[in-house]
């Protein structure tokens, strides 16, 4: 086999190939600009070598026209340079679309008027001369219409003539012309690739760069060669140097649209595309096996080798469908197992966000998945905040803050219905005064992907449009359902792994505030010799409202005891009454009277709480030399004083209760204590005690208990009220923070002996 036939042979296969790429590419994706374009540039690129496979065939052998290469009909290969124009709008197309900058459409196809005038130039002014001599005018004739054609002919002569000057030298000028075209093309292919961040997006355009550039690179390389030392290479030459970069551009490309997903083509094409290429290689091969097997046999078997090739053929066909299989999956191996793949994509999202309960790198899984996997330009994530009760749009690269969505928000209503995902202008009906419809506008969204549990809609993702100018396929539609249920459960584990760990934080903080509380609180009640106190407080939280403490007044005898019950409960109530105790130690060490320390204290809480916020508080101050309790009752339970004959006196002396108006005024009282006297104080909580009927406790019940048993210690007194309570209201804990304090005056008469 000659070389000219090999190479005729390589041209056809070289260029049926990419006709064939060409045709099957636009046909499965006609909507898509990138593949029409690209169908384009592969179809003209086809035709150059078919067209020169005919022209080898046409003026070779014994039947071949010498004039051939001067027929107007040759000339249709100049067409095969409508690659060059479509190889500028490939690149204008990818990897980043340049074409929507582009104010008027039309002016584009002005890039293939240098090539239409060269294919008119080759297909219609072969015979210039002849043409020249049509237009000539008899120089001897005269007359009105010699006079009147005579600038026509003028014109069209110096056409034909500015046309021959191109014809002389139209090699080189088109040649030149194509080669800026190339340039332009990679210039905009190379800048585009730098602004790329998808890694998928990368992998794609390098891979194509490097088919066009290995394109280029034989093509400028056979034209310099033309053009240049046109003398010293063989034609033939030239025509492999084409083909070979045909061919490796071509299977690089085609190595792209499998492996990296160049191109929107369905799944399904380029698993036929690995078999049909698989099926190809081995028929191929079998038929070499069959043409040269007897040739091969006759060394060894003599006559005999036409019956061993049927026999080995025979041999080899029944072996063909396992082969073919083994050589489909083996090729599929190595071209499919691409991260990009669907069921990749699923398994590997799966994997990551089964354990994913950060929400904030659970969403930045989301969007790099579908930035890679679906190749989404911009996502945006509209999720519902439990914190304020409402969606919001999440900030994003273009959208620096946090926007609420009203939840009257027509387009939120409308995007509730959905159960799939959705094409954005199919929702055109609920755009009405919708503020969160001109957010999505404004985006350029394309797609809305709802997050629905059970019940709810956790929120959407708004997703524009895919990279490259790709478009939304139904197997991507089948993607993101898939994903979408995979992200409403990994959004719900988020969500509980977040509360559960703000109800352990708050947990923590409570648990501190209440061992900051009983810090707070006195470890035990003094050791006077003129009295025996019992001190206890139980609060119906962690955190309770109520507090007592007992102050030793510095250069002094006496002893401050205050008690007091903050408004409301929990924290709040804690604060509040941790802020009173360090005012009250405060006004004692200022050695204000108790009128004075009230009114203080009263005006600080007033001015610095809201006028809801207010502790009733009793403060008493006993002299332990005489025995003398001086008060002041700030709205407080009256404290029960019960004599030791069993007398009893209310402590109601003071004013009314602290914090609820800044400016008031208290008094305060005095009452001699003697021995075998009762003091005792308590919270509301005590009082308020309630049984299974809703009744109180009460008071009067309380003070008839302490009078009745008087006679006993304070520890002893305090343990059979609480019994005696809590067989009244049995709830565990109580209902309210209750608080006791029990003092009794000693029977020996050792008062004048206290420190």
Not at 394 to 417: K, T, Y
Not at 419 to 429: I, M, N, R, V
Not at 665 to 676: M, N, Q, R
Request: net charge neutral; hydrophobic share 45%.
């Amino acid at each position: 086999m000659s070389s000219e036939t090999l190479i005729t042979l390589a041209n056809f296969a070289a260029g049926g190939f990419l006709i064939f790429l060409a045709i099957t590419i636009t046909r499965d994706n006609f909507v898509n600009r990138i593949n029409r374009a690209t169908g384009a540039m592969l179809f003209f690129a086809g035709l150059g070598p078919v067209f020169l496979a005919l022209g080898s065939i046409i003026t070779t052998g014994p039947d071949a026209d010498p004039d051939f290469n001067r027929r107007a009909l040759y000339q249709v290969h100049t067409l095969w340079e409508m690659f060059f124009p479509t190889l500028l709008i490939f690149a204008w197309l990818f990897p980043v679309d340049r074409m929507r900058e582009f104010r008027s459409t039309r002016l584009r196809t002005l890039i293939f008027v240098p090539q239409a005038m060269h294919l008119i130039i080759m297909l219609f002014f072969g015979d210039i001369n002849k043409l020249m001599e049509m237009v000539k005018l008899d120089p001897t004739r005269e007359g009105f219409t010699t006079i009147v054609l005579s600038p026509f002919s003028y014109l069209f002569t110096s056409v034909l003539q500015m046309v021959n000057v191109i014809r002389s030298y139209e090699q080189v000028i088109f040649d030149s012309i194509n080669l800026l075209y190339v340039v332009a093309a990679i210039y905009f292919m190379e800048t585009g690739h730098r602004f790329l961040k998808e890694p998928r997006l990368v992998s794609q355009t390098r891979i194509v760069l490097w088919s066009l550039r290995l394109g280029l690179g034989f093509f400028l390389a056979a034209t310099l060669s033309h053009l240049f030392f046109d003398r010293y290479v063989p034609a033939q030459f030239n025509s492999a140097i084409l083909v070979i970069g045909l061919v490796l551009a071509a299977g690089v490309l085609a190595f792209a649209i499998i492996r990296y997903q160049f191109l929107d083509v369905q799944l399904i094409f380029r698993q036929s595309f690995i078999y049909t290429l698989a099926s190809a290689l081995l028929v191929g091969g079998y038929i070499v096996i069959g043409v040269k097997s007897q040739t091969m046999l006759v060394p060894l078997f003599g006559d005999r080798a036409q019956v061993i090739s049927y026999v080995f053929l025979a041999l080899i066909l029944l072996l063909f469908q396992p082969i073919a299989s083994w050589v489909d999956n083996v090729i599929r191996s190595m071209f499919m197992r691409t991260r990009s793949d669907y069921r990749n994509v699923i398994e590997r999202f799966s994997r990551q966000v089964i354990s994913m309960f950060d929400p904030r790198q659970l969403r930045q899984t989301i969007d790099e998945t579908l930035k890679t996997a679906l190749l989404v330009e911009n996502v945006y994530f509209i999720l519902y905040d439990d914190s304020i009760g409402e969606y919001a749009i999440l900030p994003s690269e273009d959208n620096a803050n946090r926007v609420v969505i009203q939840r009257e928000d027509l387009m939120l209503r409308g995007i509730n219905l959905l159960d799939a995902p959705t094409h954005f202008g199919s929702l055109s009906q609920y755009e009405t005064d919708s503020q969160l419809a001109d957010f999505l506008k404004e985006r350029k969204v394309k797609l809305i992907l709802p997050m629905k549990d059970a019940k709810h809609l956790l929120g959407f993702l708004a997703l524009t449009n895919k990279a490259a100018g790709y478009r939304y396929s139904s197997e991507d539609f089948n993607l993101l359902g898939v994903l979408s249920n995979q992200m409403v459960s990994a959004l719900t584990n988020a969500r509980l792994y977040v509360e559960s760990l703000e109800r352990m934080r708050l947990q923590e903080e409570v648990t501190m505030a209440r061992q900051i509380q009983l810090d707070l609180l006195p470890a035990s009640p003094p050791q006077l010799e003129c009295s025996i106190i019992h001190a206890q407080s139980i609060p119906s939280r962690t955190v309770g409202g109520d507090f007592y403490d007992f102050i030793p007044i510095k250069g002094d005898t006496r002893w401050g005891m205050v008690i007091a019950d903050a408004s409301g409960k929990g924290m709040p109530a804690a604060l509040m009454i941790a802020q009173i105790q360090a005012m009250i130690r405060s006004e004692i060490n200022n050695g204000n009277p108790i009128p004075m320390m009230l009114k203080n204290v009263n005006k600080q809480v007033a001015l610095s709480t809201s006028s809801e916020k207010y502790v009733t508080l009793f403060y008493g101050e006993l002299d332990t030399t005489c025995g003398t309790f001086t008060y002041a009752n700030a709205g407080h339970n009256y404290p029960i004083l019960v004599r030791k004959d069993g007398g009893m006196e209310l402590l109601q002396t003071g004013g009314p209760i602290v914090g609820a108006f800044p400016f008031l005024e208290f008094t305060s009282a005095s009452v001699p204590l003697k021995e075998g006297d009762l003091l005792f104080f308590f919270t509301d909580g005590l009082s308020e005690a309630m049984d299974a009927d809703g009744v109180e406790y009460g008071e009067e019940r309380i003070r008839n208990f302490v009078r009745d048993n008087r006679h006993h210690e304070p520890s002893k007194l305090v343990e059979m009220l609480m019994s005696d309570v809590r067989a009244f209201d049995p709830s565990s804990p109580p209902q309210d923070d209750t608080t006791i304090i029990a003092l009794k005056m000693r029977a020996n008469g050792a008062i004048a002996n206290v420190q």
